[in-house]
């Protein structure tokens, strides 16, 4: 068996892992990725809805075009249960929609041509460490090769195993949302600058519907709810919401999808002694949206940071990777700690109370505060100025009650 001793190690081929592996040996780190699947980009497994900042702050507005699906997403119209519209907008561009197996595929190649060593068809089941080394144990259908480093990055995604073979918690079971998405052509009256989101918690328990357009007729149809099977609700979605119903009359599936998102926020320790965790795998994605590649992607670049760091310093100590977590949380924390209280907030509230707050908010001045506060990444901005508006007061004081006594 051939031996690979190199500085980093990072385990998951998702966009966290791949990012962290660029940021590491763009710093001159010699980087091993393991990925099980056997090949990265194979699969498109999300909405791929990212927003014009998140990618520029991940350096990534330079994506080749074939990978864009649709540079003009510039707001979102939201239905109600009973069909109220709430529409919140832009005067430019906020979002792009992207091929997310094309996404995967670039930052793969990206990977390479800084010389990161990609192994795929290698499932690592086990870490142990010997004499302050880690060792790789690999499934039975991986490579033969034999791995070692003294750092790893693990990026596994929304069901790490390996979390706690360092103690580390992981994402917890019973907040996950199972996602259902088809691609669909042929669709009615949509607009290509708006995705549609369809709120209520009998059509969508835990989340919500979406239709994501690629141009005027072809769109990402999909849904997510806390009870699976997500695929047997979004066919019920479709076939029976008075406005989806009518626009995906005449219109065809050319490809299904399903996935889980863990929406109950960060796991409480991302680093010990040699190991950082990132991604969905630390619970790095939006509780309200369930997108996780942009924030996942800014912890990533950190954890490459501090990695390289850690490796020139020769210091793997739980206190030196602590930084990871500080700037993690100085970047993000605030803003998934309010979208976790909105998430449960709107997970409370019946069909008939988030008619009344469509109601309240669909007025011009708190449809403008709205529209100009609101941002895709940064929630907490629009949420703090919304609480400061007197007309909201006796609605969120009579449901936010009504959530305390549910919650308790
Ligand atoms: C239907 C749906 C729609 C979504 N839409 C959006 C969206 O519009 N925008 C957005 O930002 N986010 C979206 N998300 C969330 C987004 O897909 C995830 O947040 C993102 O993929 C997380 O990246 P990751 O690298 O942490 O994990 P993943 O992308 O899950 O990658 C983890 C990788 O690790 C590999 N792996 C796991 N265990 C091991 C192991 N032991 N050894 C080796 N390899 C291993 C897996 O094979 C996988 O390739 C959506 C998710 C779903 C399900």
Known sequence: MI???????????GPAGLLSAISASKKGVDVTLLESKNAIGRHEHCAGLLSIDGLKSLNLLNLPSNIIQNKDIRGSKIYSPKGELLVVQKNEPTAWVVDRAGFDSHLSSQAIELGVNIRTSSRVLNIKKTNGHL????????????????????AEGRFPALNEKFNLPSPLRNNIVYASQFIMSGVKDIEREFVELYQGNSLAPGFFGWIIPIDEKRAKVGLGVTNPPAGKSLRTLINTHPIIKQKLSSAIIEKRMSGAIP???YIKKTYADNVIVVGDAAGQTKPTTGGGVIFGGIAAKIAGDISSQ????????????????????KEFRKNLDVMKIIRNYLNSLEDEHV???????????????????GDVDNQAKVVFRLVFNLRLWPFLLGSGIRFLFKKN
């Open 310 to 329: 850690a490796i020139k310093n020769e210091d793997f100590s739980s206190k030196f990777l602590s930084e990871y977590e500080k700037r993690w949380r």
């Open 355 to 373: 008619e009344k707050l469509f109601n309240l908010l669909n007025k011009p001045k708190i449809k403008k505060q709205i529209s100009r506060f």
């Open 263 to 265: 929406i109950g926020s």
């Open 135 to 154: 060792n790789y144990i690999l499934g039975k259908k991986s490579t033969t090769q034999k791995f070692r480093s003294k750092m790893v990055i693990l």
């Open 3 to 13: 031996e690979s001793e190199d500085d980093l190690v990072v385990v998951g081929g």
